[in-house]
């Protein structure tokens, strides 16, 4: 079945949706993404998702000429166009079409385009028996750059790292900072469990504030689970009782093997541990249970 695709204020079939050589989003990665789900036909945290996207622009001087109400309804008008109620939507807005040059003022108008469709990141039972990682030498660019908040369409670090990871063997790769703390996974944020208490990077350290890591806290305070955040160093993960990663795409997902540390002691080494579990299926509750209605 032909996907339809909202372009620029239209839906469009799949096969009509196209976008000009000139655009400055495909000539520069000058541009913007969200990636949202919906469960049950529900939209999981469409405002934080939309409201992220806003400040992404703000932050790279692209005028939305629509408003945060105005594309959370867009969103929703995609999925209701496509008849799906369970999937992913991938949000798009590029700088817009413009002559060739830099210059992002040659572009007048910025184009927006949203995709609703199916997303499997990892096999199932990468879920139930973990996730093997590796660390890449490839650093996440330090804020000093262009800040890890904005989702742009240059991913170009994050893919080097994950080629450098399936290269390995590995589905996913650890990213260091400048300094070689932790900053987060490809596509994801990562937590351990140390004595009990859940940890993550604090965002300065170079990972992107995922919307799929702020519901990990919400959770933990709701189960009453301390959550802190600190500096990690790859010794904190080698050494961890437990560890998971976190996104849009992956979920909630074990990190069982790092650089060939098996996570854990006694009984759950290399095995997804009960914090990580309970928060799992939390975390499934959860989405399935609120959300923007479709
Ligand atoms: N770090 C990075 C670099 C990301 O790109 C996350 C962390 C997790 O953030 P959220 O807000 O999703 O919890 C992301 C998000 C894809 C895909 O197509 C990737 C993400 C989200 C959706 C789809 O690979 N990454």
């Known amino acids: 079945m032909s996907r339809k695709i909202w372009l620029d204020g239209n839906i469009v079939e799949e096969a009509d949706a196209k976008i000009s050589v000139f ?32 400040l992404s622009a703000k932050a790279l001087l692209i005028k939305m000429p629509w408003s945060i109400d105005e594309v959370m309804a867009y969103t929703l008008d995609t999925i209701r166009a496509n008849g799906l109620t369970e999937g992913y939507i991938r949000l798009v807005v590029t700088r817009g079409v413009g002559d060739l040059g830099l210059n992002p003022y040659l572009c007048p108008t910025p184009s927006m385009f949203i995709i609703a469709s199916g997303i499997k990141l990892y096999p199932t039972e990468y879920y139930t028996n973990g996730l093997e990682v590796v660390t890449c030498g490839t650093r996440r660019p330090t804020p000093a750059s262009l800040s890890p908040q904005v989702k742009s369409l240059n991913y170009l ?133 609120e959300g923007e209605p479709i």
Do not use: W
């Not at 400055?24 to 996207?53: A, K, M, P, Q, T």
């Not at 670090?157 to 390995?168: D, R, T």
């Open 23 to 54: 655009d400055h989003g495909l000539l520069y990665g000058d541009g913007i993404f969200e990636g949202i789900r919906f469960y049950e036909n529900r939209v999981f945290r469409l405002r934080e998702h939309i409201e992220r996207l806003f």
């Open 157 to 289: 670090n994050n893919i080097m790292a994950k080629i450098e990871a399936l290269k390995a063997g590995a589905m996913e790769g650890l990213m260091l900072n400048e300094q070689g703390y932790v900053a987060e996974c490809t596509g994801d944020n990562v937590f351990i469990v140390k004595k009990g208490q859940v940890i993550t990077p604090p965002v300065s350290d170079g990972s992107l504030d995922g919307i799929t890591r702020q519901v990990i806290f919400d959770l933990c305070e709701k189960s009453g689970i301390t959550i802190r955040e600190a500096s990690l160093t790859r010794y904190d993960l080698y050494t961890a009782e437990e560890s998971f990663l976190t996104g849009t795409a992956a979920e909630v997902i074990p990190m069982v093997k790092l650089d060939e540390r098996e996570i854990g002691h006694g009984e759950s080494e290399g095995r997804p541990g009960p914090i990580t579990l309970k928060l799992t299926e939390a975390f499934r509750a959860l989405v399935r249970s």
